[in-house]
């Protein structure tokens, strides 16, 4: 397993979706501030009562990894799930801090003299997001700030063309960093007490650090599209 990890190694692509991805939540989050500085006063008027809310939310990753402008292949589907807060500061502005249970990485395609299927890449972490929430529309909020996360576990499953799993390889945690840490934007819509998002989140830490799989992956960072439900209770 290791061997045909390290033999299909050649996965970088360019892939500029990524990057207008952040470049439009920053222009969506320098649209937000301006509204904010520009009206102030209708912004206070907006969103929820000055009482804290606590819920539970879960929902879908699809995640991949990048080097600077170079995104490897292909996408994976994972999930998300936990806990978080909404503390209002005004009417129009509140503190979002949560702790999720993520699933990030990637997958390659290969094809060689071992026949043909997807090494998924797992890193699962245990996130830690704090966004400033702009209500800018009754219901409708931007959020934005900064994210800490801390890796759990790391493993590579091999699935071949057919859809079955040929094995499961546990990677060494010690081989990444054991801390990532990086930015996110989003965007969210309140109905009662039930919230819908999207948010994405750019790594600004490698994920590698020693031994073969550290090696092979480490200059990628981690680059992820959220798509949840919050529930308050």
Known sequence: MREKLAS???FLTKNPIMKNSLRAICLAVVCMASTAIINPLSAQEQGPRLTPTFGIKGGVNLSNLYVDDVTKEDMKVGGNVGLYAKIPVTRGFSVQPEVL???KGAQETYNNVFGSGKYRFNLNYIEVPVAAVFNIAPNFNLHAGPYVAFL?????????????INGVTDLKTSDFNSTDFGLLGGLGFDVGNVTLGARYTHGLQEIGKSGLAGNITKNSKNSVFSFYLGIGL
Not at 156 to 164: A, E, L, R, Y
């Open 8 to 10: 299909d190694s050649h």
């Open 101 to 103: 249970w993520s699933m």
């Open 152 to 164: 759990a576990s790391a493993k590579v499953k091999d699935i071949d063309s057919k859809g079955n």
